[in-house]
């Protein structure tokens, strides 16, 4: 029987299994990915040009509805995060268990290389499902800076919209 195949039948990579299993539940990364996009792609700050740019009904919409998308951008984030965090807290304890408990029998492996490759062939899946998370917690940090930047550029039309108009007052002659 491989190590592999040991490791997989012990309890506590049993339990291991189960948090892996409730974080699957817990977290849709497909259902979440495909919010964020929805979320970014209805901005209405990506549709000020034109005559648009000069309205400030439209420019306090777009603002407004980048605060609504941004913040429940950070929901999306905290949510998933969470989630993923214990399965994290998780494999780091697994990991110890597995190198600490079957030390013994990790010294067939030749170098250290080929012990971690083991382990981590023991994790896949968890693996495979951390990365998948970070992967959606990169794109909506990045979704989050692009709306904290466009942020900035409302602002600075709200001001270009002022001087607009005291100019537009101070040249009735």
Avoid: W
Wanted: a positive charge; charged letters at 30%.
């Amino acid at each position: 029987m491989s190590l592999v195949t040991v490791i997989r039948a012990d309890e506590n990579y049993k339990k291991f299994a189960g948090i892996l299993s409730a974080t699957r539940s817990k977290i849709n990364l497909d259902a979440s990915l495909q919010e964020v996009i929805g979320l970014h792609t209805a901005r209405s700050s990506r549709n000020l040009m034109g005559a648009s740019r000069y309205s400030p009904k439209t420019i306090i919409d777009a603002a407004a509805k980048d605060i609504s998308n941004r913040a429940r951008l950070v929901e999306i984030r905290v949510r998933n995060d969470i989630a993923l965090s214990h399965l994290r807290e998780a494999m780091a304890a697994i990991r110890r268990y597995i190198i600490t408990e079957y030390a013994d029998d990790l010294r067939d492996y030749a170098t250290v290389d080929q012990r971690k490759a083991l382990v981590e062939r023991v994790l896949k899946s968890a693996n495979e499902l951390i990365s998948e998370g970070e992967s959606l917690l990169s794109t909506i940090d990045q979704f989050v800076k692009d709306l904290d930047q466009s942020g900035y550029a409302i602002k600075a039309i709200v001001e270009c919209l002022k001087l607009l108009d005291s100019s537009k007052a101070g040249s009735t002659v």
